[in-house]
């Protein structure tokens, strides 16, 4: 969703701004803009469109000039993606520019007491309600910016992160959150502010994370000075030592973000192992579960809420925590988990699964399970997000940064975390002897190595993509652990492809999916030896026999479904439980190869946002 940056120092901040919008970019936007005090004038350029677009509007303007500035990328809420509606907004005098990500509840009600002060509006969005607001308080009562912006946010029911300019404080930029995130980056003499550290991780890794509810103001020469928005009260600011790097955030020689993120895997699965899985001890160590071990134990059930990708990984973790663990598991969208009222008490647990750690939805199923006493766990990627902070309990995945929008990475080793989670409590609970946790322990280590022996596929797969690319539909089908691996493979193509396609269960077809085949629809089954081996074979020739086109993903060796299918995609064979860290891998490749024939945007698919910060 929306992206915020902004630099107040000593170099030219057009630059820094825009990088810093490019870095952005990813979070998913539809149009761009900025604002830079040039000594004398606050000067905006916004537009519908990319930040390239920004740029060359920006080229033979004033915009480009100015050591203070701030920048943005717009995902439309209120008001379609226009010139108008992009940020940053002005106020009525032109003295105030503010940018912000989230959405004000009551701007209607607050607009319409504006307008009846005098107040003209240009834009159809929540955003400009909100400077002026700002304004109407600078105009109305003898406070700085600081305090204005604090009493109009007492006013205003929302979400947001926000940065205020007033060129008549030029030495200064206001910054809050709520709901939203923003860090702020601490330079020598100057200042970084940006919904995440990328923007400015080239320029220093000290940074200030607003906590929920607080604002800052950020002026030249000293300590940004927070305070609580609420009640006033100063906050020492914690300056962290960031471990990102540079090339974290960068392509790598890869074409996309996706590319080098799928390939990443086996790093990012051995990350995530990392002084967790002892396997010559025959130990899973993880603090976030040794900690809280007699709440895991002692639970009636877990509910698992989240959304997209990691709703899928949570229908793997239901598998195996009711397989290994044998703890009864629900699964729920955390979108629809929110609003139904559900059953909920203190002997539940509540795992939500975020990557960004932001999902405004996942937030919400947060609040509900903890206002009904439940202990909240989280799995998350983004360290020290909303998600992370606001859990009683949690387990980092250590995917590193995740750019592309479609989530890879971030789904195989959310499950690889969940899978350690489920046999640590199985191994606590009885439900899984010794050897057997042993022979589990084993066999995750050979997970990446057998991770990189599919990427080789890569060009055979490119292959299989190129057959199948024109099709307007397609079905994925699994069972067991790979039924959400077929609904994973499913939204990866149409994410970034545009066509549409399904995931189901390979023995509901039969009810109703197998009138949609002939021979113009791929189906996509995954066929691995270990899981219902036979009854996959029997739907697949169930879809033969109707003349659908077959492309398969088996275990190495297979020559059953070789006679039947049109392609097959070898993986290495594991365990059934861990078959979907291997089986994701092909549905990816597969999805990426079509959006790149078809010249979509991979890593920056039309409509979506990389973290969903508003409902
Ligand atoms: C799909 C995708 C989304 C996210 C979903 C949840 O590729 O990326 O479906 O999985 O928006 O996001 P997080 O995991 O950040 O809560």
Known sequence: MCGIVGYIGQRDAYDIVIK????????????????????????I?????????LEKKAKNSN??????????????????????????HFSNSGRLAIIHNGIIENYDAIKILLQNRGFRFHSDTDTEVLVNLIEDVLNNEDVKLGKAVQIALNQVVGAYAIAVFDKEKPNEIVV?????????GVGEDEFFIASDASPFIEYTNSAIYLEEGEMGVIRLGRKPRIRKIQDDKLVDPYIQELQLSIDQIEKGGYEHFMLKEIYEQPTAIRDTFRGRMLVDEGLIRMAGIDDNIQKFLNVNRII??????????GLVAEYIFEDIARIPVEVEYASEFRYRNPVINSNDLLIVISQSGETADTMAAIKLAKENNAFVFGVCNVVGSSISRETNGGAYTHAGPEIGVASTKAFTTQITVLSLIALKLGRAKGTIDNSHFHMYLNEMATIPGKIERVLKENNHIEQVAKSIKDAKNCLYLGRGYNFPVALEGALKLKEISYIHAEGYPAAEMKHGPIALIDEEMPVVVIATRKGHYQKVV???????????RIIAIVSEGDTTVKELAEHVIEVPETIEALTPLLTTIPLQLLSYHIAVMLGKNVDQPRNLAKSVTVE
């Open 63 to 88: 915009t480009v000039f100015g050591k203070v500035g701030i920048g943005h990328t717009r995902w439309a809420t209120h008001g379609e993606p226009n010139d108008q509606n992009s940020h940053p």
């Open 176 to 184: 809050a959150r709520l709901g939203s995130p923003l860090a702020i």
């Open 45 to 53: 350029c916004k537009t519908k469109g990319k930040v390239s677009d």
């Open 538 to 548: 029997s739907n697949i020739q169930e879809i033969k026999s109707r003349k659908g």
């Open 304 to 313: 698992i809420a989240a959304c997209g990708t990691s709703w899928h990984a």
């Open 20 to 43: 810093g919008l490019q870095r952005l970019e990813y979070r998913g936007y539809d149009s761009a803009g900025i604002a830079m005090y040039d000594g004398m004038n606050l000067n």
